[in-house]
């Protein structure tokens, strides 16, 4: 578009208190934009005085250099056609001054960073278009729901409420899942004592009389291509194998053994593939409702699982419970037990622990004179299950204690349970009929291809084991999400929860669904940049087939054709930039955030050549955690070094290094990247961006020796939002290590 703009500077909440006005819009006019002041550009007068600029001069490009860009939004919002940049004077310059030295005056050190942060306002402007977003040319808004347990029954159920039709996949010939095996259920209402009737029933009666659902039993899916509003689904009968499936891998030993029939064959199982629908279903997003199965325990040889008649787990206790009378006296046991051995079994959680007291409860009621043992190393019940499990501690008939148990062995008709370490700090022989193994739940998603994406990244989830196998992208901020966009999780294959949590689960899976077709077809993203108009632009004529983008992207947006060329998928996108930052050749960016416009503001900061006291050194700001922390710090009135100018950007994984290298070409003294914690315990909306960002800041160390600079002068710092009391000691310690390296050697070049 024809720019006009229009640039206002707010002398309110301390501005124009601590720096000068003048020099300020001064700054502005260096760059060539006239601005106008006022004391309070938030009021209803300043916001006529920018409305009127837009109606009598057609300005449809609007600098506010005020408050942080994370708030006043609305107000500063001005329709459709006009672009707002926001320069933070306020929380980044005003709010973070020496009150010790207002008093002498304007400080010459803070009015230089206001005054760079004027100039980085109006060059942003300059270099940003108004976005414009991708529209699909046909958009399907039908949702897949995988699995027909509770959590699939149920986000089909609320998506039909909403108006939307969904189809049921499941592999079985029925639909119900687990629950049809449940005799009773946990307590859903107050007092929260009485183990209710389970409504898988109602449930499946309400899924087959609804018109919007569509139930598919022994299927199962072959291949998901495509993207949010046009995922392309390939089903297959339940039990067979498709052409996209990867066999299992049979070595020269192994197929040997497997032809004297020493060995089972991993790939007996599978009939030949069968096809239900060969070209393909369209979906708008896809619910991974596929459930949990029972964790194996046969490995714990002293409990005599699988050699012992009535050493069961919690899965076949609850079919027998269903089925008849259960024992009258029965040992729960819900840790492995050994000596020095005080964990659960492998996915054992709050559930489980449930389960043995609806099962203890089971006991009495079916014997008159029954009793229930639980031992335990961790008793979890949360929230209003406490009340469940204090009136079972007071149930007669039940024992609960910590205990190790040392071995299961037979005696006589029953068996024996050897527990030590018990609360009564005496071991104990428990004479019981039946002894229950709490086997933990493993979601689907360990060890079987569940989801089959014909993505070029591959066709499961990455980086599952990050979260023992479960299929949830960042379950702190981003619940239901996957790493693929469009592809949302809900009950035991996204965290082992109990049923009124897994209908609570699947509901807000089932409302993720709708927001991601809703949000592709008016051409925005989903999550954590929800709204954003803007997509990835690739110039495609300098494109190299370095594959760098591919690879990196944390969502798998992107696949490529045979000669390597990146293949956009839009909706796919989630707007992070990190294809930006992988790119060796700089061709791609987005309307309102690239390499040039971020480079340009590098440069827009004015670097002193003669004065060893005024460094310069720039921090690239991740927009999630370390720019708002950096806001709240000033927001408390914590002072920060003025010698410091942030750049807030999308993610550390968009940060070019080139924008590095610019800087310190530029004269700037130091470079800091401050971003969200990375690793197995990583907090990145953006799964990855942390974790790239700081290699690539190795490998710019590296070319930086080989110019004779300091690989120190450019370092990354993780930082969580809650982490603003320390943002000023942080930039302090950085900032002391430039000062002793001294001032940059091509300073003035």
């Not at 008849?324 to 051995?341: E, H, I, L, N």
């Not at 983008?549 to 045979?562: Q, Y």
Request: proline share 5%; net charge negative; aromatic share 8%.
């Amino acid at each position: 578009m024809d720019k006009v703009y229009g640039a206002y500077l707010c002398t309110g909440c301390g501005i124009g208190d601590v720096l000068d006005v003048d020099g300020l819009k001064s700054a502005a006019s260096e760059t060539g934009v006239e601005m106008q002041d006022h004391p309070c550009l938030c009021g209803a007068e300043g916001r006529a005085l920018i409305k009127k600029d837009i109606a009598d001069n057609g300005v449809n490009s609007v600098i506010i250099c005020a408050c942080s860009p994370r708030v006043m939004q609305k107000e500063f919002s001005f329709g459709d056609g006009i672009m707002t940049i926001r320069g933070n004077l306020r929380e980044q310059v005003a709010w973070t001054a020496d009150t010790e030295r207002e008093e002498e005056g304007v400080d010459e050190f803070l009015q230089e960073l206001g005054e760079d942060y004027v100039r980085m306002a109006v060059t942003r402007a300059q270099k940003s278009e108004l976005p414009e977003p991708y529209q699909l040319e046909t958009i399907n808004k039908n949702i897949l729901v995988m699995g027909g347990g509770i959590a699939g029954l149920t986000a089909a159920l609320e998506a039909s409420k909403a108006g939307y039709k969904a189809t049921i996949v499941e592999k079985s010939d029925a639909i119900g899942g687990k629950a049809l095996g449940w005799r009773k259920m946990f307590p859903t209402k107050y007092p929260y004592a009485e183990l209710e009737e389970p409504n898988i029933s109602q449930m499946i009666a309400d899924v087959e009389a609804d018109a919007n659902i569509t139930v598919k039993t022994s299927s199962e899916v072959a291949r998901i291509a495509g993207a949010p509003g046009t995922f392309n689904v390939t089903l297959k009968a339940a039990g067979t194998k498709s052409e996209w499936d990867a066999p299992a891998k049979v070595g020269v030993d192994e197929q040997d053994l497997i032809d004297k029939g020493e060995m089972e064959d991993p790939n007996a199982g599978l009939k030949p593939y069968t096809e239900i629908n060969p070209d393909g279903e369209m979906f708008g997003a896809v619910v991974l409702a596929t459930g949990w199965r029972p964790a194996d325990v046969s490995e714990y040889e002293h409990l005599g699982y699988g050699k012992l008649k009535n050493v069961v787990t919690n899965v076949e206790f609850e079919k027998l419970a269903k089925d008849g009378k259960v024992p009258a006296r029965v040992a729960f046991v819900q840790s492995p037990g050994g000596k020095d051995d005080d964990k659960d079994f492998p996915y054992c959680n709050s559930v489980t622990s449930m389960v043995a007291l609806k099962q203890a409860r089971y006991v009495r009621e079916d014997n008159p004179d029954g009793q229930a043992y639980i031992l335990y190393q961790h008793m979890r019940t949360p929230g209003n299950a406490e009340l469940f499990y204090k009136g079972m501690q007071q149930e007669d008939g039940v024992f609960l204690t910590k205990a190790a148990v040392t071995g299961v062995e037979e005696s006589g008709d029953g068996l024996v349970v050897h527990a030590a370490d018990t609360l009564l700090g005496e071991d104990l022989d428990l004479n019981v009929d039946m002894v229950v193994l709490a086997a933990g739940m493993v979601p689907t998603t360990v060890d079987e291809p569940t989801i089959n994406l014909a993505y070029r990244q591959g066709p499961a989830f990455l980086d599952l084991d990050l979260f023992d196998g479960y299929a949830d992208s960042h379950f702190i901020c981003f619940p239901y999400e996957t790493r693929r966009t469009g592809i949302y999780t809900c009950g035991g294959v996204r965290k082992a929860e109990t049923m009124e949590e897994t209908i609570d689960d699947a509901t807000g899976a089932a409302l993720k669904a709708i927001q991601c077709i809703e949000s592709a077809d008016r051409g925005v993203a989903v999550h954590p940049r929800s709204g954003d108009k803007t997509y990835p632009d690739f110039f495609f004529q300098r494109c190299t087939q370095c594959k760098r983008c591919t690879e990196e992207c944390p969502f798998g947006a992107l696949d490529d054709d045979e000669k390597g060329t990146p293949l956009p998928n839009p909706t796919r996108c989630r707007r992070c930039g990190t294809c930006m930052g992988a790119c060796p050749e700089r061709i791609i960016g987005f309307s309102d955030y690239n390499v040039d416009m971020i480079g340009s503001m590098v440069k827009a900061v004015e670097v002193p050549d003669d004065d060893e006291d005024k460094l310069r050194i720039i921090v690239f700001a991740c927009e999630n955690d370390a720019y708002p922390a950096i806001d709240m710090s000033g927001m408390h009135r914590n002072k920060l070094n003025k010698l410091v100018r942030f750049i807030p950007v999308r993610c550390l994984g968009s940060v070019n290094m080139v924008w590095i290298k610019d800087a310190m070409s530029s004269g700037m003294d130091g470079a800091l990247l401050m971003g969200c914690k990375y690793g197995d315990d990583y907090q990145c909306h953006f799964v990855k961006g942390s974790e790239i960002a700081n290699k690539r800041m190795e490998n710019i160390g590296e070319t930086l020796g080989t110019l004779g600079l300091e690989p120190e002068r450019c370092s990354v710092r993780q930082i969580a939002i809650s982490d603003y009391d320390k943002i000023p000691s942080i930039i302090e310690e950085f900032v002391e290590e430039i000062i002793e390296l001294g001032p940059n050697p091509f300073k003035g070049f």
